[in-house]
Structures are given as C-alpha cells and as structure tokens.
C-alpha cells in the first residue's frame, strides 16, 4: 500500500512569509506525528496527533508554529512569518498507535528560508 | 528525561568488514528500542524494534541486539549498499513521541 507522502518536496521561501507543509499518512493510521530534522540538531519532535484527542503540542519551538488534522487524516503543519532559524527537513510520520508502535516516515519537505 | 547517544557519529569500513554500532540510552522505564536507517535526502525507514533485554532482530546482513543500557547493531560483511545513517529511538512516557539519537554515518567503501 502507499506509504506517507508530503508536499511539496521542496519549498523556499523568503523571510517572514507563511508557509504550509502537507501530510497524508498511512491509511488506517490513527497517530500522526510531525518531527524536523536540521544539520546539528538531529530529529527533533514538533507535535503529535492521536485519533479525536488534543494533540500534544510540546515540542512546538514557538508560537509561530501550528499544526491540524483533518478527519482523522491529512495534516498541515503552518509557519508563520518564516525566519531563517526554521530552514530544517519537516518529517511526518504515522503509526496504528501511540510511539511505542513502529513509526513509519515520508520523505519530508526540506524548508529554505531566504 | 529521556536520553538517547549513539556512537560512533562516522563509521568507515571495507566492503565485508563487520562491526557494530552502539546505542545508549537512559530512561525511565523502557517501552520498546527503534533502529532504523535513513538514507541522503529521504525519510528514515523502520528496520527493528526490540522491547527486551536479551531481544535480537535480524534482516539480512544486520541483527539489532539490546541489554539494559544500550543497543547494539552488528552489521555481518557489509555491502556498499548498507551505507547510511542508522538512527535509534525510544518512546516517551506518554507514547507521544521518539527521542532519536545523533546518528551513525555509516560508508561502506568496495
């Protein structure tokens, strides 16, 4: 079956715009999770969604940063007025359940800001 | 808080040079182990999950194996192809999330 897909596969932008980065996982996967992974700072957990459940939302840098889901589905994670700081690869991955299922991982949007 | 540390950050071998890369970890409560590998400009993929002390995975020319601190991943005659970086994981407490480690680089010259 297919595996989680992101878009775009690329974006630039430049400072202080708005960006959205999609995600559809897995079918049937209930948990969703956002990571973002930079040179030096390895992968980092942004938030994660679980089913109708609040999403946990701790790992967000600042409020600059928001994330939904819709349906139980397809995820948008959002930045607001980008800064060069937030130049990284945005992963998402899904899972049947909470993390102590196996994660599984798309291919990320890589994020340049300007 | 949940540490995790993996060692070395860069592993050169020759093609059919076994070794292993190591994985540390620190804890409180182990709910499962994750290794999986990530190659230039994708995503990381799934290879293992071990859960217990003693537990060992196989796929091919890699087995994972985990004691109460650390994780290894041994990795038998090793192929051009096996080059790339191999993260270990674990779950938080709440099942929210995965701390990753740093990563091993692993180059697997012919």
């Known amino acids: 079956g297919a595996g989680v897909s992101q878009s775009p596969s690329n974006k630039v932008t430049e400072k202080g715009k708005d960006v959205e980065l999609r995600c559809d996982p897995i079918?049937?996967?209930?948990?969703l999770y956002w990571y973002r992974q930079s040179l030096g700072q390895g992968l980092e957990f942004l938030i994660y969604f679980q089913g109708n459940s609040a999403p946990d939302k701790s790992g967000l840098p600042s409020d600059r940063f928001s994330a939904e889901r819709t349906g139980g589905s397809v995820s948008t994670l959002t930045i607001q007025r980008t800064q060069q700081e937030d130049s990284a690869v945005y992963l998402c991955?899904?899972?049947?359940?909470?993390?102590?299922?196996?994660?599984?991982f798309g291919p990320g949007t890589r994020l340049t800001v300007t | 808080e949940d540490q995790v540390t993996q060692s070395p950050e860069a592993l050169r071998l020759q093609e059919g040079e076994s070794s292993s890369l190591n994985c540390s970890y620190t804890?409180?409560?182990?709910?499962?182990l994750f290794w999986y590998r990530q190659d230039p400009g994708k995503g990381p993929e799934f290879l293992f999950t071990l859960y217990s002390a003693g537990e060992e995975k196989e796929k091919e020319r890699l087995k994972a194996t985990l004691t109460k601190k650390e994780s290894f991943l041994h990795i038998t005659a090793p192929k051009p192809e096996d080059s790339a970086t191999y993260l270990c994981?674990?779950?938080?407490?709440?099942?929210?999330?995965?701390?990753f480690g740093g990563g091993t680089r692993l180059m697997v010259k012919p």
């Open positions: 079918s049937g996967h209930t948990a």
């Open positions: 804890v409180s409560g182990l709910r499962g």
């Open positions: 994981a674990v779950p938080d407490r709440a099942g929210n999330m995965l701390t």
């Open positions: 991955a899904s899972s049947l359940g909470r993390s102590t299922y196996e994660q599984y």
